[in-house]
């Protein structure tokens, strides 16, 4: 008999599990509020990628007059006569996102997958009953997926009103250049959000309650981006938390803790995210949730109920777009009884995309310095290697962690230019359990950045 999975969500955690289990054989449904691709293509990250691609092009202008590089009729640096045109960038930013969401729906289609709009919720027995707009469909189902996401966390203190007080959402309905942005939030997405505004050429106010940006990643490596960020000009305000923001006419204003207040025109908050998984009926079906209201799942992304399997941002496991898919495509392999490995988030490599870069894989400098992993350090600036000097890059570097004795290496953070490109070598070491001489060993293309990583890995050599 052939197995009906119903998935609620269709972002990377429900798309990608649709694909595994119709290969698999199974009839498979999607359901989705707002068009497949979920989050990730819509809202989170495409756009945000997107954006960063013109930034990126802004940023490498900035070493155009050191390489050589200047305008016809014009005198001095070209980086300060070029200028960002936002509404053009917005609108290119929505087309791409829906037109990768087009393409997800035209791979479901072709493997007979079908796409449910509406929103679900789980019913009686192993049921998902979908309110359609128009009505209600249930839906019957051998297992069921949750994919619902996450969103962006508000206050009652700071509510966004979608024109100058924005979720990461809604930045790409500006059609103007703020004149003075103040992003509060310095994780992974404020440090992303201010870092690429910066490169377009605005001001950018950072609001930071921790002691510096990026308070989850590799000390060296926010230190570095601090380091650029207040060098090219941003205001980062540490140890600064916000208690609320408000709007007068064209003028934000932040008011911190401390009663200081910052003013701008524009405020992004960048709080973290909250579960989407109010009104599942999670309750009612046995799911267990943490008090955060995330789904409590195993490593193969099993929940506490039978049949009821959860993958992606709804889980808080590690909020990635390729862990989402990895826990939807693992819960899929072992429901439907393919060879399955349970997620191991020591092998995940991931990526702030601020400029520079900051990449990591594996096991952390945290660890290594609390004990917790015996490891050796090695940490090479890349301000030595050829091809950066070549290029102007100056800022960034390349550390990697391998056990003593063994050498295997275990980890590894890469800062510069394009390091989500770079750590790979890295992710495929620690995946593989390669040694620092294993690393060291493979050719690397003279002159390029992934020659540190090779050198690294040599200084990691012992007799
Ligand atoms: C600004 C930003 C940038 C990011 N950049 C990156 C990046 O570069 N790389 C990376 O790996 N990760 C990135 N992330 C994280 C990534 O976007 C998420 O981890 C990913 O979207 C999680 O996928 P998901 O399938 O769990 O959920 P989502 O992508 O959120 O999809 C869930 C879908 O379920 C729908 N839904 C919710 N409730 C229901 C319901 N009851 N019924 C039907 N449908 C429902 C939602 O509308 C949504 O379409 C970024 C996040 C943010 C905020």
Redesign the pocket.
């Known amino acids: 008999m052939t197995d009906r999975i119903v998935i609620?969500?269709?972002?990377?955690?429900?798309?990608?599990a649709a694909h595994v289990a119709a290969q698999l054989g199974a009839e498979v449904t999607v359901?989705?509020?707002?068009?497949?691709?979920?989050?990730?293509?819509?809202?989170?990250?495409?756009?945000?990628?997107t954006l960063i691609a013109t930034s990126e092009l802004m940023t490498d202008m900035a070493t155009a007059q050191e390489l050589g590089v200047n305008f016809r009729d014009h005198v001095g640096d070209a980086a300060t006569s070029i200028v960002v045109d936002l509404a053009r960038v917005n609108a290119r930013v929505k087309q791409l996102a829906a037109d990768q969401s087009a393409d997800i729906a035209s791979g479901l289609e072709r493997d007979d997958v079908r796409v449910v709009t509406?929103?679900?919720?789980v019913g009686p027995g192993l049921t998902v009953v979908?309110?359609t707009g128009s009505g209600e469909e249930t839906l019957e189902a051998d297992a069921i997926m949750l994919?619902?996401?996450?969103?962006?966390r508000t206050l009652p203190s700071a509510q966004p009103d979608g024109e100058r007080i924005l979720t990461?959402?809604q930045v790409y309905d500006l059609t103007e250049v703020p004149e003075k942005l103040i992003v509060v939030g310095s994780g992974?997405?404020g440090a992303?959000?201010a870092s690429a505004y910066l490169s377009l050429g605005i001001d950018v106010t950072l609001v930071s309650s921790r002691d510096r940006v990026l308070p989850g990643e590799d000390a060296d490596a926010s230190a570095v981006l601090e380091e650029v960020l207040t060098r090219r000009g941003m205001n980062v305000l540490s140890k600064s938390r916000m208690q609320s923001v408000t709007r007068e006419g064209d003028e934000v204003t932040v008011t911190l803790t401390d009663g200081r207040t910052v003013t701008g025109s524009h405020c992004i908050l960048?709080l973290g995210?909250v579960p989407?998984?109010a009104?599942?009926g999670l309750e009612e079906a046995g799911v267990f949730t943490d008090e955060a209201g995330f789904i409590k799942v195993d490593r193969v992304s099993r929940t506490s109920a039978r049949g009821i399997y959860a993958?992606?941002?709804?889980?808080g496991v590690?909020?990635?777009?390729?862990?989402?898919?990895m826990?939807?495509r693992i819960a899929m392999w072992h429901y439907l009884g393919d060879a399955v490995a349970p997620l191991d988030l020591k092998k995940v490599s991931?990526?702030v995309?601020t400029s520079p870069e900051i990449a990591t894989v594996g096991w952390s400098q945290n660890a290594v310095d609390s004990g917790e992993m015996a490891a050796e350090v090695v940490m090479l600036p890349l301000a030595g290697n050829a091809r950066a000097k070549m290029q102007g890059v100056r800022d960034g570097f390349v550390k990697l962690f391998c056990r003593p004795g063994t050498g295997i290496v275990v980890g590894g953070v890469v800062v510069g230019p394009r390091a989500s490109e770079l750590i790979h070598p890295v992710s495929i070491a620690v995946a593989e359990s390669l040694t620092a001489d294993q690393l060291a060993q493979a050719f690397t293309v003279y002159p390029s950045m992934s020659g540190s990583i090779a050198e690294a890995a040599r200084r990691l050599h012992r007799v």
């Open positions: 609620v969500g269709g972002g990377p955690g429900g798309y990608e359901v989705d509020t707002d068009g497949v691709g979920g989050s990730a293509v819509l809202t989170d990250c495409v756009p945000s990628k509406g929103r679900g919720r979908v309110d994919a619902t996401g996450a969103a962006p990461w959402e992974v997405t992303e959000f960048a995210s989407n998984t009104d599942l993958a992606g941002d709804c889980t590690l909020m990635l777009a390729s862990v989402a898919a826990q939807g991931s990526n995309f």
